[in-house]
């Protein structure tokens, strides 16, 4: 059965903080690897990562991918009130499966000011 | 439509009524996704459709929860005899094709209570 997990569940920050969150796996026919927030009910697109090491950047995030480890990252600097979210990581696969995506449980990020 | 919408947005049902949750994607979009989100849980898969085929059925919870899709558009998810751990909100997502996760676009849910 394919597993994502993420850690830490919960993390409670204040303004400017720089923050880890943290994604593992284990699948079968690993195909990519997604970062999306969730900020009240539509989870939006944040990254997609298909290669180990090179890591992806938009602004204040970024993630990185080790395919050998099977894990993830993504990093947030100077973190800001509107960064208060639910972070969620994503494996999609191949195979029989081609296209599904199985989500970990989430970290609830909250920024306070 | 501009983008994937459910409805009802909230509904709360009485235990072993049935229930269907609606989902109309974003036109043109081939590949329609189910997923069930208990509190602070993360995203349960249920079902995808490829058109009006469902290749992957294997995340429904159980025989009283069934899907449609029809004109490879709207899909309707059915929950029969509902009970109070069907609980929780109910995630529509489709993209133009399977296989292309970084271009998946949810709608916002229908949030579902069984008292």
């Known amino acids: 059965e394919d597993k994502v997990v993420q850690s830490p569940l919960s993390l409670v920050v204040h303004e400017g903080d720089t923050v880890t969150l943290n994604c593992s796996y284990e699948v079968t026919n690993f195909r990519s690897l997604l970062w999306y927030k969730q900020e009240k009910k539509a989870p939006t697109f944040l990254f997609m990562l298909?290669?180990?090491?090179i890591e992806m950047k938009s602004g204040r995030l970024s993630s990185i991918l080790d395919k050998k480890e099977l894990f993830s990252i993504l990093n947030i600097t100077a973190t800001q009130t509107g960064d208060s979210a639910i972070y969620l990581c994503a494996v999609e696969t191949g195979g029989t499966s081609y296209g599904k995506l199985t989500f970990g449980q989430g970290t609830i990020l909250t920024v306070h000011p | 439509g501009a983008g994937v919408s459910q409805s009802p947005s909230n509904k709360v049902t009485e235990k072993g009524k049935d229930v269907e949750l609606r989902c109309d994607p974003i036109s043109g979009h081939t590949a329609l996704y189910w997923y069930r989100q208990s509190l602070g849980q993360g995203l349960e898969f249920l079902i995808y459709?490829?058109?009006?085929?469902?290749?992957?059925k294997s995340g429904l919870p159980s025989d009283r929860f069934s899907a449609e899709r029809t004109g490879g558009s709207v899909s309707t998810l059915t929950i029969q005899r509902t009970q109070q751990e069907d609980s929780a909100v109910y995630l529509c997502?489709?993209?133009?094709?399977?296989?292309?996760?970084?271009?998946?676009?949810f709608g916002s849910g229908t949030q579902l209570s069984v008292l």
């Open positions: 459709f490829q058109g009006n085929s469902a290749p992957d």
């Open positions: 298909t290669s180990s090491g």
């Open positions: 997502a489709s993209s133009l094709r399977r296989g292309i996760g970084e271009k998946l676009f």
